[in-house]
Each structure stands twice: as C-alpha cells, then as structure tokens.
C-alpha cells in the first residue's frame, strides 16, 4: 500500500489534507541571492532592516541585500514559523512540502520536527541538490554516482542522526551554458534523481529557473526523464508561473512590458508539458520575495494573471495535473512583516475560482493531486 513520507513519519494519502506543494520553512537564500547584489545601487544598512517603514522597498526585491530578511538563525525562529502557519491551518490548511534541500536548508533537520509538532501541519521534506554555485563544500566534487548514493542513504536511513526521512527527490537547475545545455553539475543531480525515481517509484520535484529555461527546454527535459524510466505521473515542474510572460526562456524588464503594453501571455508551453503526463505547480502566490522585478532586471507575473493561466487550464481539462503554493522563502514573506504567508492561495486563490465555477477543480489540486503524487 502507498504511503506518504512526513517528517514525523509515514501517514497514509487519505490523511495528507490540503496541501501546499511548495513551500519553505526553514530556507537559507543568502548565498544564492549574493550575484543580484550589484544590481542595486548602495544602500544604508538602515534601509535594509526588517521595519514598517522599509517593508515595500524590501518587497520590490531589496530583501535580496537584506541579511534580516534571509536569515533563519536565532531561538525564536522555529516559533515565528509556527505562528505563520497557525492562520494558515485555520484556513484549513493540514500539510506543505518543505522544498528547502542541500544548499538550501538553513535550519537542523530536527527543527522540522519540531515546526511539525508544534503546528500540526504535517511536513513533507525532500532531498536533492540546489543550485551549483551554492552546493555545500563537502559535496562540490560528487558526480552522479556519489550524488544516489548520498541521495539514497538520507532516503534509508534519514538526514544523520535527525531520524526525518524525506519523502520526495528534488533537482535544480539555475541556468545554461553558452552551448544551452544544462550545467554540468545540476545535470549530475537530475541524473542521480531520475535513477532512483525510476528504481523506486518516487516523486521528482524539478525546480526550474525561467528564464533562462523555456518552455522547449523543459519539454526536453521532460523527455530525458521518462526515457530513463522516470514514470511522467512521478514528475513535477515547479514555478511554471514565469513561463505564462516568458514562454520560451527570454529574458524580459520591466521596460519591455511598457513598451509592448503590458505582459505576454502564454499557455503553449504548459500544454505541452501536460500533455507529456506531468504535473506542473502555479506556486508563486502572494510571495512578496520574488526575483528583482523593477530594476530593469526582470518582470512577474502577478496572482491575477497566474490565475487567469490555471483557468484557462483548467476548461482544457488538466486539473488533475496542477498543484499550487506560495514559495514562501524568507521573513519578507510572513503576514508578521507585511506579506502574505501561507494564506493567498486558501483565500485569493480559492474565492476567485469558486467564483468562477471552479470550486471542486480548487480542491483536486491542493487535496487529491498532491496525494496522488506525494505517494510511493
């Protein structure tokens, strides 16, 4: 019989609930975020504490320079995240992947255990490899082969003496070489993944930069996976969101937006990713710690768009393969400081596609869907 891996331990699919698919409670970007700090101009450590008043310029991508803003330490954290999640189970709420994997993970593996407890939210936490620039020391020389048997011996045994287990595998990949190939490095993570994905029946969660990925590439991607045995149910393509105005990888300011009258928008790559059996998750809601959108660097895509994509999805037939969350990666998140927390989705998310006929297709994708794919 299918289970589901919690970091208390395993609970059968018909008790996981409602469920963010993507989310972070103990993350730790300052090391990935340390090549957007040229792109701001020098800031006085003032402006970058976490303040009333600094809240809507920390928001608009400064919590990037933002040490307050990224940090996870301190005795009072484990706490702070139990009250974010509080309005959240009030809303409903019962479970939430923890995406945070090596060269992510800010906190002791033990701390989930305790977020968990504390909150009554049951945690699903997954094993894998972040970006290449921020691969912990100790593992920067792994290839493929040293990567599954690392990945498999935390899925055996758990994460050192913590006794948490996880319960999906994630890879990454940030960017392309000149030649628009996958990094070296991450490929070895995808490769390592897909193995024991295939040998074991388990999810696969790939967290895609986009841009510079597309939606070609994904496809690709995709592809690649099955071809090494990957079942397409056990496959999972987060942040999809950025490919509804950046289709195929291009890079777009917010100056382009002006001059092309406002954002493109795009369902074509995402058909062709479901199309392939995969399932695709919308799980940027209410984040107000998204990349630099208004330094000429990039633009994103708001939750009234994203929503407008998943509708259009959703009257093409593919439900059953969206999941939603909120990618909450740092305090700039939290309602505590000005943010949303975990709660866009159950509210903003779940009213507007009520209103729009949707209600029952609003619970396949954050009750049914996860269950199906969270189950091995």
């Known amino acids: 019989m299918k289970k589901i891996r919690t970091v208390l331990g395993d609970i059968a ?22 090549g957007t700090w040229g792109l701001f101009p020098q800031v006085s450590s003032e402006m970058l504490s976490l303040e009333t008043r600094n809240f809507k310029f920390l928001q608009s991508g400064a919590w990037s320079i933002s040490p307050d803003a990224m940090d996870p330490s301190g005795d009072d954290y484990v706490d702070f995240i139990v009250r974010e999640l509080e309005e959240y189970k009030e809303l ?60 498999e011996s935390d899925l055996d045994n758990g994460f050192g003496d913590s006794g948490v287990r996880p319960g999906f595998l994630k890879a990454t990949f940030s960017g392309l070489t000149e030649d628009g190939l996958p990094l070296p490095g991450e490929l070895d993570v995808f490769r390592a993944c897909a193995c024991i994905s295939a040998e074991r029946g388990m999810p696969l969660m790939f967290h895609i930069n986009m841009p510079p990925w597309g939606g070609d590439k994904i496809a690709e991607l995709a592809k690649r996976a099955v071809s090494m045995g990957v079942d397409p149910g056990n496959l999972l393509f987060c942040h999809v969101f950025s490919l509804v105005n ?79 969350g909120h990618d909450f990666v740092c305090k700039i998140c939290a309602k505590a400081y000005g943010g949303y ?17 949707y209600a029952d297709a609003y619970e396949r994708m954050v009750v049914q869907n996860p269950a199906e794919f969270l189950a091995f």
């Open 92 to 151: 409903g709420g019962k479970a939430m992947c923890e995406c945070s994997v090596y060269g992510l993970m800010g906190r002791p593996y033990e701390d989930l255990v305790e977020i968990s407890k504390k909150s009554d939210i049951h945690l699903v936490c997954g094993v894998g490899m972040y970006w290449d620039v921020v691969r912990p020391v100790k593992f920067k020389n792994m290839g493929e082969v040293e990567l599954k048997a690392l990945f």
């Open 13 to 34: 699919p018909k008790d996981l609930g409602t469920t963010m698919i993507h989310e972070h409670v103990t993350a730790d970007l300052s090391e990935a975020m340390k």
């Open 246 to 324: 950046h289709p195929a990888g291009e890079q777009e300011t917010i100056l382009d937006v002006i001059k092309n009258h406002g954002q493109r928008f795009s369902i074509e790559p995402h058909k062709k990713l479901l199309d392939l059996g995969v399932s695709i998750s919308f799980d940027n809601f209410g984040n107000m710690a998204t990349a630099v959108s208004e330094l000429g660097t990039g633009s994103l895509v708001n939750d009234y768009t994203t929503v407008s994509a998943i509708y259009e999805l959703l009257k093409l037939g593919y439900g059953g393969q969206i999941m939603l």
């Open 341 to 357: 927390g975990y709660t866009r989705v159950p509210t903003f998310v779940r009213d507007t596609l009520g209103q729009l006929g």
